[in-house]
C-alpha cells in the first residue's frame, strides 16, 4: 500500500505499477483545469469557482468528470455503479483559484431517503470509534428531492497546517452543497430535509451532522 495516496497494488506488476504512478500523480498533484469555452459557472468565490456539469454536455467535461469520479472512488472506497437516473444527474466541480478540481459533488433525483437514527447512550454504549463508523437509520421512508451520492475534497498538500487544511475542506464540502441546493431545482432552494446523504464515510457523517445541524439527518443508498 502507498503511505501517501493509499492505493494497493502489486510492486512487481508493471500494469499495476503504471496504474499506481497514474493514480499517486492525480491524488498528490490534484486534477488540472483549463477551463472551456461554455463552461456553466453556478457560484464564484475569492478562492475558486463552481462548475455544473451535466449528462449531456459536451464529451471533454463528461471525460473530466470521469476523471474525477475515478480518483474520488478510489478515495472514498466507492464501487462504480451506475446511478438510477444517469441522464439526471449533476456533477459540481469546485475549481481552485490555482485552476485545479479541489471539490467534486454528484447528485441525482430521489423520491424518499431515511434518517439517521440517534447513537445510543448508556453504560452499554459503544465507543466512539465505533459510533463513528456505523450508524442505522429508520425504516420509515420520509419524502426527499435531491440524493448526494457523493462529496469530495481534494486532501491539500502536507507542508500547510492541519487545522488549517481541514477548515479549508469543510468549507469547499459546505459551498459545494450550499450550490447545490441553489441549483438543483429551478427557482428552488432546498432545505435540508429535502436533501439526503448516501452512505456517509465517518468524515461524511460528521460533516452532514454540522451542515444540517442535527445527527439525523436524512441517506438513501444509490445502489438501489
Not at 58 to 76: C, F, G, H, T, W
Not at 130 to 140: G, I, L
Not at 164 to 190: E, P, Q, Y
Request: aromatic share 10%.
Amino acid at each position: 500500500m502507498c503511505k501517501s495516496c493509499g492505493m494497493i497494488y502489486a510492486a512487481s506488476n508493471p500494469e499495476d505499477e503504471l496504474q499506481h504512478v497514474q493514480h499517486h500523480h492525480r491524488f498528490v498533484e490534484g486534477i488540472k483545469y483549463t477551463g472551456w469555452k461554455k463552461e456553466r459557472v453556478v457560484a464564484e468565490f475569492w478562492d475558486g469557482k463552481i462548475v455544473l456539469v451535466l449528462p449531456r454536455d459536451p464529451s471533454y467535461a463528461i471525460r473530466k468528470v470521469e476523471d474525477v469520479q475515478e480518483l474520488v472512488d478510489n478515495e472514498l472506497g466507492f464501487q462504480q455503479v451506475v446511478p438510477k437516473y444517469p441522464n439526471k444527474t449533476k456533477t459540481l466541480l469546485f475549481i481552485s483559484d490555482e485552476k485545479k478540481v479541489v471539490g467534486c459533488l454528484i447528485a441525482e433525483p430521489i423520491k424518499q431517503a431515511f434518517r439517521v437514527l440517534s447513537e445510543p447512550t448508556g453504560p452499554e454504549t459503544p465507543s466512539s470509534k465505533e459510533c463513528q463508523r456505523a450508524w442505522q437509520c429508520s425504516d420509515v421512508p420520509e419524502p426527499a428531492v435531491c440524493g448526494i451520492s457523493r462529496i469530495w475534497v481534494f486532501r491539500l498538500k502536507r507542508r500547510k497546517r492541519i487545522a488549517r487544511r481541514l477548515k479549508r475542506r469543510k468549507r469547499i464540502a459546505r459551498r459545494l452543497v450550499d450550490t447545490l441546493r441553489n441549483c438543483f431545482m429551478f427557482g428552488c432552494f432546498l432545505s435540508t430535509n429535502e436533501i439526503a446523504f448516501s452512505d456517509p464515510t465517518p468524515d461524511g457523517k460528521l460533516f452532514a451532522t454540522k451542515y444540517c445541524n442535527t445527527p439525523n439527518f436524512l441517506v438513501y443508498n444509490f445502489n438501489h
